[in-house]
């Protein structure tokens, strides 16, 4: 049944003159921290993980939660291909050629030392090449 408009003025107007009793407040507060650390404490050992892992997923909603069961589906698909796999098939050991090697040290390149190296602006040429 539906209130009328003059039901909710008159509770409106009762309600209005209502106040809440002395200390109503502080003691509101106590009570608050009471509860939640009653709620943390239940929330300890494997009960308490399986209530944080349900308020997790219920808290996703719709739109994520679809993905999460989308990857655990795929994880159970991998899990289970995985464990059904067969065991004890047997491999050909392909033949392996034996390549006998040695390194060798590269030949020495001789190369022509200068005697003496002439770095003055006046032997530079014009494109400021060294010439010798």
Avoid: C
């Avoid at 309600?15 to 009793?21: N, S, T």
């Avoid at 050629?97 to 590269?106: G, L, N, T, Y």
Wanted: proline share 6%.
């Amino acid at each position: 049944m539906k209130p009328s408009v003059e039901q909710i003025e008159s509770l409106l107007a009762l309600k209005r003159h209502e106040r809440p009793g002395e200390g109503y407040f502080e003691d509101f507060l106590v009570e608050f921290h009471r509860r939640r650390r009653e709620e943390e404490a239940a929330l300890t050992g494997v009960a308490g993980l399986w209530k944080r892992f349900a308020l997790w997923f219920s808290n996703l909603g719709a739109s994520k939660s679809k993905w999460v069961y989308g990857m655990g589906v795929a994880y159970a698909s991998i899990a289970a291909l995985f464990l059904l796999s067969p065991e004890g098939t047997q491999v050909q050991p392909v033949p392996v050629e034996r390549i006998d090697f040695r390194v060798e040290p590269a030949p020495a390149l001789e190369m022509e030392q200068l005697e003496e190296l002439d770095l003055r602006p006046s032997t530079q040429g014009s494109t400021g090449e060294q010439v010798f």
